[in-house]
């Protein structure tokens, strides 16, 4: 299974980007999808989760009430819609695969990563 994220860019505080990850090779769409991120000289981190039929989320308290992750498992694709961005969400953004169809918001849940998309946000 490869991932593949994309969207990422310069933002200014405040405004919006949308985060894509298309899955390609032995998918499956019975599976949990979820996003990370890493910023400069941190641990990677948790930011949402998404069980297999779309309709269990979960969110890192930084996020809730900000970004939305959503999926269309027709088009084996999940998204990360940001809003209100801050300086503090820069980050190389990482979209996973789980390893079951649950949500999880435990990073050894996963089993496949893509390659990270580049989100920073500064006036």
């Known amino acids: 299974v490869q991932l593949q994220a994309s969207g990422g860019g310069l933002v200014h505080p405040g405004g919006s980007l949308r985060l894509s990850c298309v899955a390609s090779?032995?998918?499956?769409?019975?599976?949990?999808m979820g996003w990370f991120r890493q910023a400069p000289g941190k641990e990677r981190e948790f930011v949402a989760t998404?069980?297999?039929?779309?309709?269990?989320?979960f969110y890192a308290d930084s996020v809730k009430g900000r970004f939305t992750i959503s999926r269309n498992s027709a088009k084996n694709m999940v998204y990360l819609q940001m809003n209100s961005l801050k300086p503090e969400d820069t980050a190389v953004y990482y979209c996973?695969?789980?390893?079951?169809?649950?949500?999880?918001?435990?990073?050894?849940?996963?089993?496949?990563w893509g390659q990270g998309t580049l989100v920073t946000v500064s006036s």
């Open positions: 998404i069980g297999w039929r779309g309709g269990t989320t």
């Open positions: 996973a695969q789980g390893r079951s169809s649950s949500a999880s918001t435990d990073r050894a849940r996963y089993q496949y």
């Open positions: 090779g032995r998918t499956s769409t019975n599976n949990g």
